[in-house]
């Protein structure tokens, strides 16, 4: 009964694997409206989408607006405009957000916001 000295074999873990995820915003400035996608496979796919979604709810002079990806979004207005932060996570991005419209704006807030995180594929 005494001691072997031998190691136990830990069995390796793959490392995960994960895919790029696109959203975007698109709108439609005159007519107040606004389209927007998470979950897409690529920058091109999620822009188009967001234009098709802002042409459903009724737009006619779409314009792509932020396209972001693995990360988050959010669309800030204030009383003269609005700007649109993307950051790593919501917090960062409505902070910034927020923040980039006090420099020249007042009554700051979040319009819309959202997140596409990447996807575990493995």
């Known amino acids: 009964p005494g001691y072997s000295g031998g190691?136990?074999?830990v069995p390796s873990v793959p490392a995960?694997?994960?895919k790029d995820r696109w959203g975007a915003i698109a709108g439609d400035?005159?007519?107040?409206?606004?389209?927007?996608?998470?979950?897409?496979?690529?920058?091109?796919?999620?822009?188009?989408?967001?234009?098709?979604?802002c042409k459903t709810?009724?737009?006619i002079q779409c314009k792509l607006?932020?396209?972001y990806r693995n990360g988050c979004t959010a669309m800030i207005v204030g009383d003269w405009g609005?700007?649109?932060a993307s950051r790593a996570t919501l917090d960062q991005a409505i902070a910034t957000g927020i923040q980039k419209c006090k420099e020249?704006?007042?009554?700051?807030?979040?319009?819309?916001?959202?997140?596409?995180?990447?996807?575990r594929i493995r």
Request: aromatic fraction near 8%.
């Open 65 to 67: 607006e932020n396209s």
């Open 82 to 84: 609005y700007n649109i």
């Open 16 to 18: 995960p694997v994960w």
């Open 29 to 53: 400035k005159p007519r107040g409206i606004l389209g927007a996608v998470t979950g897409f496979p690529s920058e091109t796919s999620a822009q188009q989408a967001a234009l098709d979604d």
């Open 104 to 119: 020249t704006d007042k009554n700051c807030t979040t319009y819309d916001s959202a997140c596409s995180p990447p996807a």
């Open 57 to 59: 709810k009724g737009g």
């Open 7 to 9: 190691q136990q074999q």
